[in-house]
């Protein structure tokens, strides 16, 4: 559909493209460009509030750096080509890699950014012409252990309740998250309960602007979680104060716990939290009539990230809080479509709605909904192993919104690994940093230009509506993929709009069959499971029994494991990364915007001033961090914010934290350690 041209102002209503939140914002479009954002009042969500971000999403749409042209590289240069050219060649290229390579050549990285239906017909795509489940999403570095601990523990990866639900709750307790930065307008619910009396304590190493809201901060050595949630759970069993109830009706293997955590009764040494302040967070936890956990990164993005994850499943069914309002388990899921992109079956081992692909009858099921035969069973390379097999097994990538030359582990090893390839596909908005690798690039629509959906962090799947044309000859990402799909003789994936390729998705998905788009004409949408159009979909999981296959929720005895690296001699300091308000990721749209990055215009450094007076350094003066893998410079910010010996700094910039971090994974997940490694500090010399 093309807009009509008017000079009008129109205000289309759709979804914010930044964090899993998913606020509800009007577009103000005028002579067929965005001029702004005006907030949605009608939604429930954020009830016509926005962040920084939110509120300057508009202005890096019509950037005077878009792609506008599909490009390919000659001569180590990138040339304009038209459409038929670029995509007879990928086309080409990618045939060519499976015949002589087979399923297992190529590797397909979608984003997390874009909209559900590119995602669907995305994995649709992969694994119909090239019969392979090589294919992921950003999901893999973020809330991967989500994923997979909270279906080990629960029976499925997702949050259990919504954001609105924390006003329900006696204690909220947030673990390795920083929801005021992070995700603000679910940092609202949590200062609304805080307003209403409702304890909230924070669980971070760091203080971060969270952990200024809190009641109380707990803060304890990076990255020894389960230590110090073990130490809580062998206190709260031997004072009598975990739900025998809930434990007997409802969950298995408790016993396992119970012995592990009786070497936990005083682990100071391990977490750095002296025994009273353990007790005290303990029993302030099991005391609660109604407490929820929310967290985030803080727990994931380490090699024990799915113990992690399961410890705090561990502790919540210990003092029964699952399955009713104000309660639960809530990973705030980070982009705003992540939750979105592992529901479509942009995963290595599930099509849309978590339908494994090892079950035959699911093969067989989707054979015969897409036309073709000989689906794969096999799991799929995960996205940062597939960077590991690049030149080996792997040949060709297809990365469609995503930038790992910024953003995965260790960039110079991304880096070198993707020179190694025959050929890389790179689909953007913009010429990213990961772009400079590809062989051809192809420029997408970004969220103002397409009709689509964003599933939230609370299951909550939002219209994302187009409100101008793309620039240049720039195309819709799924008008991108039909057309690669005609080329390989597809006879499916002719479903031109976004309602099209929603409606395919849940024609085969019966989870989320009733989440139509004439219902998501309603601000408040519908909340998947959802699986018939009169259900009214499901906002609180788990309520009389858990999915997994007996019902029964699973208690995991879990041991405390050290991060992959830790720090020595030659690297003393442990360097801990995360996020600020004004960023987002690689800056590719925040970075275009002049008020946010007129907040921050480059990468710092926060350590503690004892360390900083200890090597002479002086706030604001120049530092380089080096570690294993790399080095970078950026500028030292001094205070008490972080504890001796530990440094944090933001991921948001180009050769910044990345040329760092360790690319050890967590052997459940394949989550990389993004926020743990060994560093040193030095100062540079005559830089001021
Ligand atoms: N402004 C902004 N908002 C965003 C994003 C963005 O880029 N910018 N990205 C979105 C995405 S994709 C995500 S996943 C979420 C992430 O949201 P969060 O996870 O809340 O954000 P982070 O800043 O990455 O990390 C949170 C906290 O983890 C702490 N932490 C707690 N425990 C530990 C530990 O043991 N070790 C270490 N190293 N750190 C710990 C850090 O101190 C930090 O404050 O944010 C989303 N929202
Ligand atoms: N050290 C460290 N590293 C981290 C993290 C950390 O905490 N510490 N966090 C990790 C986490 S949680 C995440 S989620 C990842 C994020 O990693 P990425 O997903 O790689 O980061 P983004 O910068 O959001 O990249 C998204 C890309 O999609 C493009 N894009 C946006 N919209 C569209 C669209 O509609 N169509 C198309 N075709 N392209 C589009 C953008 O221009 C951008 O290039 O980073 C991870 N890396
Ligand atoms: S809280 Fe998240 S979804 Fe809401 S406006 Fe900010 S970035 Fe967008
Ligand atoms: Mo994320």
Redesign the pocket.
Known sequence: MTTKPTSLVRYIQTTCP???VGCALNLVVKNEKVVGVEPCKRSPINEGKLCP?GVTCWESVHSPDRLVSPLIKKNGSFVEASWDEALDLVAKKLKETWDKYGSRGLGFHTS?RTVNEDCYIFQKFARCAFKTNNVDN?ARI??GPSVAGLSLSFGSGAATNGFEDALNSDLILM?????M???PLAGRRVAQAKMKGIPVLV????F?T?AHIADTWYQ?N????IALINSMMYWIIKEGKHDKKFIEDRTEHFEDLKKVVENYKDAEKIHGVPLERVKELAFRYADAKNAVIIY????T??TTGTDNVRSLGNLAMLCGNIGREGVGVNP????NN?QGACDMGAYPNVYSGYQKCEVAENRAKMEKAWGVTDLPDWYGVTLTEQINQCGNEIKALYMLGINPAVTYPDSNHVKRQLEKLDFLVVQDIFMTETCQYADVILPGACFAEKDGTFTSAERRVNRVRKAVNPPGQAKEDIWIIAELAKRFGLKTFNLPTGKDVWDDMRAVTPSMFGCTYERMEKPESTIWPCPTVDHPGTPILHREKFATPNGKGQFFGLEYKPPAEVADKEYPFTL??????????SRTQTGRCGALDYEVPASYVQMNTSDANRLGIVQGEKVLLKSRRGQTETVAWVGEDVAPGVL?MS??FAEGVNNLTNTALDPLSKMPEL??CAVSVGKIAGGK
């Open positions: 930044y964090c899993g971000k997390c950003c973020c809330h673990w390795g998250s920083n929801a930065e992070a995700h669980v971070d190493p760091r971060s969270t304890f990076p990255s020894t979680h985030c990164l803080g727990i993005e380490l705030l899921r980070g982009q992540v801990m990364t995360g996020r600020l308000i004004f960023h987002y990721h944090y991921m948001h926020k743990h």
